[in-house]
Protein backbone atom coordinates (compact mmCIF):
# COMPACT_ATOMS: atom_id res chain seq x y z
CA UNK A 1 0.00 0.00 0.00
CA UNK A 2 2.98 1.92 0.76
CA UNK A 3 3.41 2.36 -3.24
CA UNK A 4 0.20 3.66 -3.52
CA UNK A 5 2.30 6.95 -2.51
CA UNK A 6 3.96 6.73 -6.08
CA UNK A 7 0.54 7.69 -7.88
CA UNK A 8 0.08 11.08 -5.69
CA UNK A 9 3.38 11.55 -7.84
CA UNK A 10 1.94 10.53 -10.92
CA UNK A 11 -1.10 12.29 -10.59
CA UNK A 12 1.00 15.08 -11.07
CA UNK A 13 2.66 14.01 -13.63
CA UNK A 14 -0.30 13.85 -15.99
CA UNK A 15 -1.04 17.35 -15.18
CA UNK A 16 2.21 17.59 -16.66
CA UNK A 17 0.52 17.00 -19.56
CA UNK A 18 -2.25 20.42 -19.33
CA UNK A 19 -0.23 20.78 -21.99
CA UNK A 20 -3.25 22.84 -23.96
CA UNK A 21 -2.84 25.95 -21.87
CA UNK A 22 -0.17 27.87 -20.71
CA UNK A 23 2.24 28.64 -17.54
CA UNK A 24 0.90 26.76 -14.66
CA UNK A 25 -1.60 24.12 -13.60
CA UNK A 26 -2.43 23.10 -10.20
CA UNK A 27 -4.16 20.32 -9.05
CA UNK A 28 -6.94 20.89 -7.72
CA UNK A 29 -7.09 18.54 -4.70
CA UNK A 30 -11.17 19.51 -3.86
CA UNK A 31 -11.78 17.35 -7.36
CA UNK A 32 -8.88 14.53 -7.60
CA UNK A 33 -8.05 11.59 -6.36
CA UNK A 34 -4.59 9.95 -6.29
CA UNK A 35 -5.51 6.58 -4.94
CA UNK A 36 -4.20 3.02 -5.17
CA UNK A 37 -4.71 -0.99 -5.30
CA UNK A 38 -3.06 -3.45 -3.45
CA UNK A 39 -3.51 -7.31 -3.09
CA UNK A 40 -4.38 -8.68 0.89
CA UNK A 41 -4.68 -12.03 0.87
CA UNK A 42 -7.18 -13.26 -1.93
CA UNK A 43 -9.30 -9.55 -2.18
CA UNK A 44 -7.68 -6.11 -3.43
CA UNK A 45 -7.77 -3.33 -0.67
CA UNK A 46 -8.12 0.11 -2.01
CA UNK A 47 -6.68 3.50 -0.63
CA UNK A 48 -5.43 6.66 -1.06
CA UNK A 49 -3.66 9.73 -0.38
CA UNK A 50 -5.53 13.06 0.93
CA UNK A 51 -2.82 16.12 1.25
CA UNK A 52 -0.73 16.40 -2.05
CA UNK A 53 0.15 19.43 -4.20
CA UNK A 54 1.71 20.28 -7.37
CA UNK A 55 2.55 21.98 -10.74
CA UNK A 56 3.05 21.49 -14.59
CA UNK A 57 4.75 23.73 -16.56
CA UNK A 58 3.41 23.73 -20.47
CA UNK A 59 5.24 24.78 -23.35
CA UNK A 60 2.11 24.48 -25.45
CA UNK A 61 5.12 25.12 -28.52
CA UNK A 62 6.58 23.04 -27.70
CA UNK A 63 4.45 20.27 -25.35
CA UNK A 64 7.45 17.81 -24.93
CA UNK A 65 9.57 20.50 -22.78
CA UNK A 66 6.44 20.37 -20.22
CA UNK A 67 7.80 19.73 -16.71
CA UNK A 68 5.83 18.88 -13.59
CA UNK A 69 6.65 18.55 -9.93
CA UNK A 70 4.79 17.08 -7.01
CA UNK A 71 4.76 16.47 -3.70
CA UNK A 72 2.84 14.25 -1.42
CA UNK A 73 2.58 13.91 2.39
CA UNK A 74 2.84 10.25 3.27
CA UNK A 75 0.93 10.66 6.85
CA UNK A 76 -2.25 11.51 4.69
CA UNK A 77 -2.73 7.53 3.29
CA UNK A 78 -6.33 6.25 4.12
CA UNK A 79 -7.95 3.35 3.35
CA UNK A 80 -11.06 3.80 6.02
CA UNK A 81 -9.85 1.83 8.41
CA UNK A 82 -7.71 3.64 11.22
CA UNK A 83 -5.63 -0.19 12.25
CA UNK A 84 -4.54 -0.66 9.32
CA UNK A 85 -3.59 3.13 8.51
CA UNK A 86 -1.40 3.40 11.56
CA UNK A 87 0.33 -0.11 10.15
CA UNK A 88 0.71 2.09 6.94
CA UNK A 89 2.65 4.75 8.32
CA UNK A 90 4.85 2.66 10.96
CA UNK A 91 8.54 1.75 9.80
CA UNK A 92 7.03 -1.27 8.20
CA UNK A 93 5.70 0.68 5.31
CA UNK A 94 6.06 4.38 4.59
CA UNK A 95 7.79 5.00 8.13
CA UNK A 96 6.05 8.18 8.01
CA UNK A 97 8.50 9.54 10.48
CA UNK A 98 11.47 9.19 8.96
CA UNK A 99 9.93 9.93 5.39
CA UNK A 100 7.34 12.27 5.75
CA UNK A 101 7.54 13.02 2.12
CA UNK A 102 7.50 11.80 -1.63
CA UNK A 103 7.81 13.65 -4.43
CA UNK A 104 8.11 13.08 -8.27
CA UNK A 105 9.84 15.21 -11.13
CA UNK A 106 8.81 14.25 -14.86
CA UNK A 107 11.83 13.71 -17.04
CA UNK A 108 9.94 13.45 -20.32
CA UNK A 109 6.30 13.15 -21.55
CA UNK A 110 5.46 11.13 -24.82
CA UNK A 111 2.26 11.67 -26.59
CA UNK A 112 0.78 8.45 -28.28
CA UNK A 113 -2.21 9.18 -29.55
CA UNK A 114 -4.83 12.18 -29.69
CA UNK A 115 -5.41 12.69 -26.09
CA UNK A 116 -2.96 9.51 -24.25
CA UNK A 117 0.33 9.93 -23.21
CA UNK A 118 3.23 8.68 -21.79
CA UNK A 119 4.81 10.58 -18.46
CA UNK A 120 8.10 9.18 -17.98
CA UNK A 121 9.64 10.80 -14.50
CA UNK A 122 11.84 9.58 -11.15
CA UNK A 123 9.43 9.16 -7.86
CA UNK A 124 11.63 9.63 -4.44
CA UNK A 125 9.87 7.21 -1.76
CA UNK A 126 11.19 5.90 1.20
CA UNK A 127 14.54 7.43 0.70
CA UNK A 128 14.89 5.73 -2.72
CA UNK A 129 14.51 7.35 -6.16
CA UNK A 130 13.25 5.14 -9.16
CA UNK A 131 12.16 6.00 -12.84
CA UNK A 132 8.17 5.10 -13.35
CA UNK A 133 6.04 6.05 -16.59
CA UNK A 134 2.52 6.85 -15.72
CA UNK A 135 0.14 6.06 -19.07
CA UNK A 136 -1.88 8.58 -19.01
CA UNK A 137 -5.40 10.41 -20.05
CA UNK A 138 -6.77 13.17 -21.24
CA UNK A 139 -10.27 13.57 -20.47
CA UNK A 140 -11.37 17.37 -21.04
CA UNK A 141 -10.98 21.28 -21.15
CA UNK A 142 -12.80 23.93 -20.42
CA UNK A 143 -13.48 27.11 -18.07
CA UNK A 144 -14.22 26.84 -14.75
CA UNK A 145 -18.01 27.28 -13.62
CA UNK A 146 -17.23 28.60 -10.05
CA UNK A 147 -17.16 27.11 -6.62
CA UNK A 148 -20.27 24.01 -6.15
CA UNK A 149 -21.41 24.59 -2.57
CA UNK A 150 -17.20 25.00 -1.53
CA UNK A 151 -14.73 27.81 -2.17
CA UNK A 152 -11.90 26.91 -4.09
CA UNK A 153 -9.33 29.62 -4.79
CA UNK A 154 -9.11 31.07 -7.95
CA UNK A 155 -11.75 28.88 -9.26
CA UNK A 156 -14.02 31.31 -11.68
CA UNK A 157 -14.75 32.25 -15.11
CA UNK A 158 -11.67 33.22 -15.55
CA UNK A 159 -9.48 29.91 -15.22
CA UNK A 160 -9.27 27.38 -17.11
CA UNK A 161 -9.95 23.13 -15.71
CA UNK A 162 -8.34 20.38 -17.33
CA UNK A 163 -9.10 16.56 -16.30
CA UNK A 164 -6.87 13.60 -16.64
CA UNK A 165 -6.41 10.18 -15.89
CA UNK A 166 -3.35 8.21 -15.36
CA UNK A 167 -2.57 4.50 -14.35
CA UNK A 168 0.77 2.45 -13.88
CA UNK A 169 1.68 -0.36 -11.49
CA UNK A 170 4.65 -0.31 -8.83
CA UNK A 171 6.70 -2.92 -6.83
CA UNK A 172 7.31 -1.89 -3.25
CA UNK A 173 10.04 -3.86 -3.18
CA UNK A 174 11.59 -1.38 -5.53
CA UNK A 175 11.31 1.40 -2.92
CA UNK A 176 12.39 -1.09 0.05
CA UNK A 177 8.97 -1.50 1.13
CA UNK A 178 9.43 -5.16 1.95
CA UNK A 179 7.34 -5.92 4.85
CA UNK A 180 5.45 -9.58 4.36
CA UNK A 181 3.64 -12.44 6.17
CA UNK A 182 2.58 -15.67 4.77
CA UNK A 183 -0.97 -17.62 5.72
CA UNK A 184 -0.11 -21.49 4.64
CA UNK A 185 1.80 -20.13 1.70
CA UNK A 186 -0.13 -17.24 1.03
CA UNK A 187 1.63 -13.80 0.88
CA UNK A 188 -0.22 -11.68 3.20
CA UNK A 189 0.18 -8.32 0.73
CA UNK A 190 1.04 -8.11 -2.44
CA UNK A 191 4.69 -6.69 -3.92
CA UNK A 192 2.52 -5.06 -7.14
CA UNK A 193 0.60 -2.11 -6.46
CA UNK A 194 -1.78 -0.73 -8.98
CA UNK A 195 -1.76 3.33 -8.98
CA UNK A 196 -5.10 5.02 -10.23
CA UNK A 197 -5.20 8.93 -10.40
CA UNK A 198 -8.22 11.04 -11.04
CA UNK A 199 -7.08 14.95 -11.64
CA UNK A 200 -8.50 18.14 -12.50
CA UNK A 201 -5.69 20.67 -13.16
CA UNK A 202 -6.42 24.95 -13.34
CA UNK A 203 -4.83 27.28 -14.29
CA UNK A 204 -6.00 31.41 -14.25
CA UNK A 205 -6.05 32.73 -17.41
CA UNK A 206 -5.60 36.41 -18.25
CA UNK A 207 -6.14 38.53 -14.70
CA UNK A 208 -9.08 40.35 -14.35
CA UNK A 209 -7.81 44.16 -14.35
CA UNK A 210 -6.93 45.32 -10.85
CA UNK A 211 -9.86 47.02 -8.98
CA UNK A 212 -10.16 47.74 -5.43
CA UNK A 213 -13.56 46.14 -5.61
CA UNK A 214 -11.86 42.77 -6.91
CA UNK A 215 -9.40 43.13 -4.05
CA UNK A 216 -12.49 43.36 -1.60
CA UNK A 217 -14.31 40.45 -3.19
CA UNK A 218 -11.38 38.40 -3.05
CA UNK A 219 -10.91 38.81 0.91
CA UNK A 220 -14.53 37.87 1.35
CA UNK A 221 -14.22 34.93 -1.18
CA UNK A 222 -10.93 33.69 1.43
CA UNK A 223 -12.27 34.58 4.21
CA UNK A 224 -16.14 33.62 3.95
CA UNK A 225 -19.01 35.92 4.75
CA UNK A 226 -18.62 38.18 7.73
CA UNK A 227 -21.09 41.25 7.63
CA UNK A 228 -20.48 44.12 9.14
CA UNK A 229 -16.82 43.41 10.09
CA UNK A 230 -13.54 44.88 8.05
CA UNK A 231 -12.51 42.56 5.39
CA UNK A 232 -8.99 42.61 6.83
CA UNK A 233 -7.91 43.32 10.35
CA UNK A 234 -11.63 41.87 11.15
CA UNK A 235 -10.59 41.13 14.83
CA UNK A 236 -9.67 43.88 17.29
CA UNK A 237 -10.32 46.57 20.09
CA UNK A 238 -10.77 50.35 20.54
CA UNK A 239 -8.21 52.40 22.19
CA UNK A 240 -7.63 56.03 23.16
CA UNK A 241 -4.83 58.45 24.64
CA UNK A 242 -2.79 60.56 23.16
CA UNK A 243 0.78 61.42 21.81
CA UNK A 244 2.93 63.96 23.36
CA UNK A 245 5.25 65.52 20.83
CA UNK A 246 8.84 66.52 21.48
CA UNK A 247 9.25 69.06 18.75
CA UNK A 248 12.12 67.21 17.28
CA UNK A 249 9.92 66.35 14.18
CA UNK A 250 8.96 69.57 12.97
CA UNK A 251 12.29 70.14 11.82
CA UNK A 252 11.48 67.20 9.31
CA UNK A 253 7.57 68.47 8.77
CA UNK A 254 5.59 71.11 8.83
CA UNK A 255 2.52 68.83 9.99
CA UNK A 256 0.98 70.56 13.38
CA UNK A 257 1.36 67.26 15.19
CA UNK A 258 5.08 67.70 15.37
CA UNK A 259 4.98 71.35 17.29
CA UNK A 260 5.35 70.39 20.76
CA UNK A 261 2.26 69.20 22.84
CA UNK A 262 -0.03 66.71 23.35
CA UNK A 263 -2.90 65.80 20.70
CA UNK A 264 -5.45 63.19 21.71
CA UNK A 265 -5.92 59.65 19.48
CA UNK A 266 -7.88 57.05 18.57
CA UNK A 267 -6.38 53.70 17.77
CA UNK A 268 -7.33 50.36 17.17
CA UNK A 269 -5.23 46.86 17.62
CA UNK A 270 -5.98 44.29 15.23
CA UNK A 271 -5.13 41.00 13.88
CA UNK A 272 -4.64 40.71 10.15
CA UNK A 273 -6.94 37.96 8.54
CA UNK A 274 -10.53 38.89 7.58
CA UNK A 275 -11.69 36.53 9.87
CA UNK A 276 -13.30 37.91 13.04
CA UNK A 277 -14.01 34.69 15.39
CA UNK A 278 -10.24 33.52 14.46
CA UNK A 279 -8.26 32.10 17.50
CA UNK A 280 -5.73 34.22 18.42
CA UNK A 281 -2.01 33.49 17.04
CA UNK A 282 1.37 34.36 17.57
CA UNK A 283 2.48 34.67 14.57
CA UNK A 284 -0.59 36.09 12.71
CA UNK A 285 0.74 40.14 12.02
CA UNK A 286 -0.47 42.67 14.39
CA UNK A 287 -1.87 45.93 13.13
CA UNK A 288 -1.85 49.14 15.01
CA UNK A 289 -3.88 51.37 13.55
CA UNK A 290 -4.20 55.38 15.02
CA UNK A 291 -5.98 58.32 14.12
CA UNK A 292 -3.96 61.86 15.45
CA UNK A 293 -6.72 64.58 15.83
CA UNK A 294 -4.97 67.73 15.50
CA UNK A 295 -5.65 70.87 16.44
CA UNK A 296 -6.81 73.05 13.29
CA UNK A 297 -9.50 70.35 12.09
CA UNK A 298 -6.61 68.14 10.41
CA UNK A 299 -6.36 64.30 11.13
CA UNK A 300 -3.66 62.01 10.18
CA UNK A 301 -4.71 58.23 9.58
CA UNK A 302 -1.49 55.29 10.24
CA UNK A 303 -2.40 51.87 9.76
CA UNK A 304 1.12 49.83 10.82
CA UNK A 305 2.24 46.08 11.11
CA UNK A 306 4.43 44.40 13.59
CA UNK A 307 6.71 43.01 10.74
CA UNK A 308 10.03 44.77 8.98
CA UNK A 309 8.69 44.93 5.23
CA UNK A 310 5.37 44.03 3.31
CA UNK A 311 5.41 41.08 1.38
CA UNK A 312 4.66 42.25 -1.73
CA UNK A 313 5.41 45.98 -3.60
CA UNK A 314 2.70 45.95 -6.53
CA UNK A 315 -1.18 45.90 -6.74
CA UNK A 316 -0.97 42.78 -9.11
CA UNK A 317 1.56 41.12 -6.74
CA UNK A 318 -1.25 41.65 -3.56
CA UNK A 319 -4.00 39.89 -5.81
CA UNK A 320 -1.71 37.09 -6.57
CA UNK A 321 -0.30 36.40 -2.57
CA UNK A 322 -4.43 36.44 -1.97
CA UNK A 323 -5.26 33.77 -4.76
CA UNK A 324 -2.05 31.67 -3.82
CA UNK A 325 -2.64 32.18 0.29
CA UNK A 326 -6.44 31.21 0.52
CA UNK A 327 -7.14 28.32 2.13
CA UNK A 328 -8.55 24.43 0.53
CA UNK A 329 -12.09 23.51 2.44
CA UNK A 330 -10.82 20.34 2.65
CA UNK A 331 -7.69 21.12 4.19
CA UNK A 332 -8.26 24.35 5.84
CA UNK A 333 -4.65 25.30 4.46
CA UNK A 334 -3.00 26.77 1.45
CA UNK A 335 -1.89 24.85 -1.32
CA UNK A 336 1.70 24.89 -1.06
CA UNK A 337 1.89 24.25 -4.74
CA UNK A 338 -0.06 27.54 -5.55
CA UNK A 339 2.19 29.25 -2.84
CA UNK A 340 5.28 27.87 -4.75
CA UNK A 341 4.05 29.51 -8.09
CA UNK A 342 3.58 32.97 -6.44
CA UNK A 343 7.12 32.91 -4.94
CA UNK A 344 8.56 31.99 -8.41
CA UNK A 345 6.77 34.44 -10.36
CA UNK A 346 7.36 37.01 -7.39
CA UNK A 347 11.29 36.83 -6.32
CA UNK A 348 10.66 40.40 -4.28
CA UNK A 349 7.61 38.35 -2.02
CA UNK A 350 9.98 35.02 -2.05
CA UNK A 351 13.25 37.50 0.05
CA UNK A 352 10.40 39.27 1.46
CA UNK A 353 8.89 36.06 3.34
CA UNK A 354 12.50 35.26 4.45
CA UNK A 355 12.83 38.96 6.30
CA UNK A 356 9.71 38.54 7.65
CA UNK A 357 9.96 35.26 8.73
CA UNK A 358 13.54 35.85 10.45
CA UNK A 359 12.28 38.78 12.23
CA UNK A 360 11.82 38.17 16.42
CA UNK A 361 8.40 38.34 17.49
CA UNK A 362 7.43 40.03 20.50
CA UNK A 363 4.66 38.03 23.41
CA UNK A 364 2.08 40.42 22.47
CA UNK A 365 0.42 43.28 21.15
CA UNK A 366 1.97 45.54 24.08
CA UNK A 367 5.53 44.86 23.08
CA UNK A 368 5.75 45.03 19.45
CA UNK A 369 7.24 47.38 17.18
CA UNK A 370 4.60 48.64 14.87
CA UNK A 371 5.80 49.92 10.98
CA UNK A 372 4.69 51.62 8.42
CA UNK A 373 5.77 49.77 5.82
CA UNK A 374 5.40 52.63 2.61
CA UNK A 375 7.40 55.48 2.38
CA UNK A 376 5.88 58.75 2.67
CA UNK A 377 7.39 62.51 2.75
CA UNK A 378 7.98 65.01 5.30
CA UNK A 379 7.58 68.99 4.18
CA UNK A 380 9.19 71.04 6.51
CA UNK A 381 8.41 74.74 6.60
CA UNK A 382 11.11 75.73 4.55
CA UNK A 383 9.71 73.84 1.94
CA UNK A 384 12.51 70.93 2.12
CA UNK A 385 10.76 67.54 1.35
CA UNK A 386 12.29 64.08 2.46
CA UNK A 387 11.55 60.52 2.20
CA UNK A 388 10.73 58.70 5.36
CA UNK A 389 9.09 55.51 7.33
CA UNK A 390 7.85 55.59 10.68
CA UNK A 391 7.76 52.91 13.50
CA UNK A 392 5.98 52.89 16.83
CA UNK A 393 9.19 51.63 19.21
CA UNK A 394 7.56 50.00 22.47
CA UNK A 395 8.60 51.50 26.12
CA UNK A 396 7.38 48.10 27.33
CA UNK A 397 10.16 45.67 27.14
CA UNK A 398 10.71 43.14 24.64
CA UNK A 399 10.03 39.42 25.70
CA UNK A 400 10.05 36.50 23.06
CA UNK A 401 6.36 34.61 22.18
CA UNK A 402 5.69 32.05 24.60
CA UNK A 403 6.38 28.13 23.75
CA UNK A 404 3.06 27.21 25.47
CA UNK A 405 0.44 26.90 23.01
CA UNK A 406 -2.76 28.74 24.43
CA UNK A 407 -5.76 25.98 24.76
CA UNK A 408 -9.26 26.17 23.27
CA UNK A 409 -10.50 28.76 26.08
CA UNK A 410 -7.66 31.30 25.69
CA UNK A 411 -8.57 31.75 21.82
CA UNK A 412 -8.05 35.87 22.77
CA UNK A 413 -5.27 35.46 24.77
CA UNK A 414 -3.79 38.23 23.13
CA UNK A 415 -6.14 40.29 23.17
CA UNK A 416 -6.78 39.68 27.40
CA UNK A 417 -2.94 40.45 27.71
CA UNK A 418 -3.31 43.43 25.86
CA UNK A 419 -6.50 44.73 28.12
CA UNK A 420 -4.88 43.73 30.93
CA UNK A 421 -1.94 45.78 30.40
CA UNK A 422 -4.05 48.85 29.73
CA UNK A 423 -5.78 48.75 32.92
CA UNK A 424 -2.70 47.70 34.39
CA UNK A 425 -1.28 50.89 33.28
CA UNK A 426 -1.33 53.20 30.24
CA UNK A 427 1.10 51.83 27.86
CA UNK A 428 3.69 53.83 25.50
CA UNK A 429 5.32 54.11 21.92
CA UNK A 430 7.77 56.26 21.15
CA UNK A 431 7.09 57.47 17.30
CA UNK A 432 10.40 56.89 15.86
CA UNK A 433 11.26 58.72 11.96
CA UNK A 434 13.30 56.80 9.61
CA UNK A 435 14.73 59.56 7.16
CA UNK A 436 15.82 57.76 3.96
CA UNK A 437 18.70 59.10 1.89
CA UNK A 438 18.67 59.57 -1.94
CA UNK A 439 18.72 56.10 -3.60
CA UNK A 440 16.79 54.23 -0.75
CA UNK A 441 13.87 52.70 -2.38
CA UNK A 442 10.45 54.64 -1.69
CA UNK A 443 8.80 52.58 -3.98
CA UNK A 444 9.11 49.26 -2.93
CA UNK A 445 7.64 48.20 0.57
CA UNK A 446 9.81 44.48 -0.04
CA UNK A 447 12.69 46.14 0.60
CA UNK A 448 14.36 47.97 4.14
CA UNK A 449 16.23 50.54 4.23
CA UNK A 450 19.57 50.47 5.23
CA UNK A 451 20.09 49.97 9.29
CA UNK A 452 22.40 53.14 9.73
CA UNK A 453 19.72 55.93 8.10
CA UNK A 454 18.84 58.52 10.80
CA UNK A 455 15.94 58.29 13.37
CA UNK A 456 14.27 60.80 14.97
CA UNK A 457 12.13 60.11 18.03
CA UNK A 458 9.28 62.72 17.19
CA UNK A 459 7.26 62.15 20.71
CA UNK A 460 5.42 59.25 22.86
CA UNK A 461 2.10 57.77 21.90
CA UNK A 462 0.18 56.87 25.09
CA UNK A 463 -2.59 54.39 24.91
CA UNK A 464 -4.66 54.42 28.46
CA UNK A 465 -8.00 52.76 27.63
CA UNK A 466 -9.50 50.14 25.26
CA UNK A 467 -12.64 49.10 24.91
CA UNK A 468 -14.72 46.45 22.32
CA UNK A 469 -15.02 47.37 18.66
CA UNK A 470 -19.10 46.95 19.63
CA UNK A 471 -18.97 50.36 21.47
CA UNK A 472 -15.21 52.02 19.64
CA UNK A 473 -15.70 54.64 17.69
CA UNK A 474 -12.96 53.19 16.32
CA UNK A 475 -15.21 50.32 14.75
CA UNK A 476 -16.61 53.60 12.65
CA UNK A 477 -13.41 54.80 11.37
CA UNK A 478 -11.59 54.16 8.06
CA UNK A 479 -7.71 54.14 8.82
CA UNK A 480 -7.37 55.05 5.37
CA UNK A 481 -3.37 55.69 4.97
CA UNK A 482 -3.92 58.55 2.35
CA UNK A 483 -5.36 60.35 5.27
CA UNK A 484 -2.22 63.20 5.89
CA UNK A 485 -1.96 66.26 7.46
CA UNK A 486 -0.22 69.59 5.51
CA UNK A 487 3.97 68.49 6.15
CA UNK A 488 3.23 64.71 5.40
CA UNK A 489 2.12 63.34 1.78
CA UNK A 490 2.67 60.31 0.13
CA UNK A 491 5.10 58.66 -1.65
CA UNK A 492 5.73 57.03 -5.17
CA UNK A 493 4.43 53.54 -3.36
CA UNK A 494 2.17 52.06 -5.73
CA UNK A 495 0.28 50.33 -2.73
CA UNK A 496 -0.66 53.58 -1.25
CA UNK A 497 -3.57 54.36 -3.60
CA UNK A 498 -4.56 50.72 -3.67
CA UNK A 499 -4.81 50.54 -0.16
CA UNK A 500 -6.54 54.08 -0.17
CA UNK A 501 -9.11 52.98 -2.68
CA UNK A 502 -9.63 49.53 -0.97
CA UNK A 503 -10.17 50.24 2.55
CA UNK A 504 -13.18 52.91 0.94
CA UNK A 505 -15.14 49.46 -0.50
CA UNK A 506 -14.40 47.61 2.45
CA UNK A 507 -15.39 50.29 4.53
CA UNK A 508 -18.69 51.39 2.79
CA UNK A 509 -19.97 47.45 2.77
CA UNK A 510 -19.65 47.40 6.15
CA UNK A 511 -21.31 50.53 7.08
CA UNK A 512 -24.39 49.40 5.08
CA UNK A 513 -25.01 46.42 6.67
CA UNK A 514 -25.59 44.83 10.28
CA UNK A 515 -23.14 44.89 12.59
CA UNK A 516 -22.89 41.52 14.64
CA UNK A 517 -20.99 41.07 18.47
CA UNK A 518 -17.00 41.18 18.39
CA UNK A 519 -15.10 38.35 19.70
CA UNK A 520 -13.50 40.83 22.05
CA UNK A 521 -17.17 41.92 23.81
CA UNK A 522 -17.23 44.96 26.22
CA UNK A 523 -17.67 43.05 29.26
CA UNK A 524 -14.08 42.14 28.28
CA UNK A 525 -12.93 44.97 27.84
CA UNK A 526 -14.69 46.52 30.88
CA UNK A 527 -12.53 47.20 33.88
Known amino acids: ?23 IYFIDKNHSNVGFLIRHLFTKVPGRFTDFSGQISFDEANPDQSAVEVTIKTASVNTDNDTRDKDLKSPNFFDVERFPEMTFRSKSVK ?6 AEVTGDLTMHGVTKEVVLKTEFTGKGKGAGPQGTIVPGRDATTMVT ?3 ATTTLRRSDFGITWNQTIEGTRVVADDVQIQLRVEAEKLLTP ?5 ALMI ?7 GPHPGFRRIHAKGVGVSGYFESNGRGAALSKASVFLPGRVPIIGRFSLSPGQPYA ?4 HTARGMAILFKLPDGEEWRTAMLNIPVFIVNTPEGFYDFLLASASYPATDAPDPARMQAFLAKHPESAKARQSIRSYPVSSGFANSTYNSLNAFRFINAK ?4 PVRWSMVPAQPFEPISTAVPGQADKNYLFDALIASIHNSPLQWHLVITVGQPGDPTNDATLPWPPDREQVDAGTLTIDHVESDDTSPARDINFDPLVLPSGIASSDDPLLNTRSAAYSVSFTRREGEHK ?5 SPAQTGP
Not at 208 to 212: D, E, L
Open 163 to 165: GWE
Open 383 to 386: GAVV
Open 217 to 223: NTLEQNN
Open 516 to 520: DTSAV
Open 279 to 282: ADSP
Open 1 to 23: MKRATLLIAFSALFITHAAFASD
Open 111 to 116: WTGQNT
Open 208 to 212: PAISP
